[in-house]
T-cell receptor, first 115, second 113 residues
Framework: GAVVSQHPSRVICKSGTSVKIECRSL??????MFWYRQFPKQSLMLMAT?????????EQGVEKDKFLINHASLTLSTLTVTSAHPEDSSFYICSAVLGTSNEQYFGPGTRLTVT | AQSVTQPDIHITVSEGASLELRCNYS??????LFWYVQSPGQGLQLLLK??????LVQGIKGFEAEFKRSQSSFNLRKPSVHWSDAAEYFCAVTPAGGFKTIFGAGTRLFVKA
């Protein structure tokens, strides 16, 4: 149980286009989901906290207009990278919190490459 | 400021040898503590966690970790390493009762035959 999926697993897009990444909790409902960014050989950096039915909370330095987050249901959160640029190329990982536990279940990640 | 430190960027051990990965944290109170493993290009898998109680916790794949409050440490151990354990290991902390998690920089484990 407690499986989180991400789609797509990898995407290549041209500079200036927008890309949407989906994060789904497959067998549980998640009121809270998190979006992380991971640069090569570095740790995960929290970008934002996504709460179902409300606006996401962004970490300092993360542009909310560039990284649009929508948590429309208890099993789906989406991250849209708008007007992507090469510096947005990264590994994006989501996680979902199971119920009221403090345990996060991580998706397999999405490799974004902007050319 | 809250922080998580993994002092070793990378460690190399021989297959069959024991392993200890270090993790220290700086928090106002005892947080929840986690160890995750990440294979290249993959997401994170939870190895074990500590919330309260017994300070020696057992995890999956033969890993264990010991919480030492006096040292603000949560070191990961395994008595005998297998080649398949080669991966990146992250220590993480979450404030008790909260959700926001801070990750350490990670330790890359190399296993030599």
């Amino acid at each position: 149980g407690a499986v989180v999926s991400q789609h797509p697993s990898r995407v290549i897009c041209k500079s200036g286009t927008s890309v949407k990444i989906e994060c789904r909790s497959l067998d549980f409902q998640a009121t809270t989901m998190f979006w992380y960014r991971q640069f090569p050989k570095q740790s995960l950096m929290l970008m934002a906290t996504s709460n179902e039915g409300s606006k996401a909370t962004y970490e300092q330095g993360v542009e909310k207009d560039k990284f649009l987050i929508n948590h429309a249901s208890l099993t789906l959160s989406t991250l849209t990278v708008t007007s992507a640029h090469p510096e947005d190329s990264s590994f994006y990982i989501c996680s979902a919190v199971l119920g009221t536990s403090n345990e996060q279940y991580f998706g397999p990640g999405t490799r974004l490459t902007v050319t | 400021a809250q922080s998580v430190t993994q002092p070793d960027i990378h460690i190399t051990v021989s297959e069959g040898a024991s392993l200890e990965l270090r993790c220290n944290y700086s928090y106002g109170a005892t947080p929840y503590l986690f160890w995750y493993v990440q294979s290249p290009g993959q997401g994170l898998q939870l190895l074990l966690k500590y919330f309260s109680g017994d300070t020696l916790v057992q995890g999956i794949k033969g890993f264990e970790a010991e919480f030492k409050r006096s040292q603000s440490s949560f070191n990961l151990r395994k008595p005998s390493v297998h080649w398949s354990d080669a991966a990146e290991y992250f220590c993480a902390v979450t404030p008790a009762g909260g959700f926001k998690t801070i990750f350490g920089a990670g330790t890359r484990l190399f296993v030599k035959a």
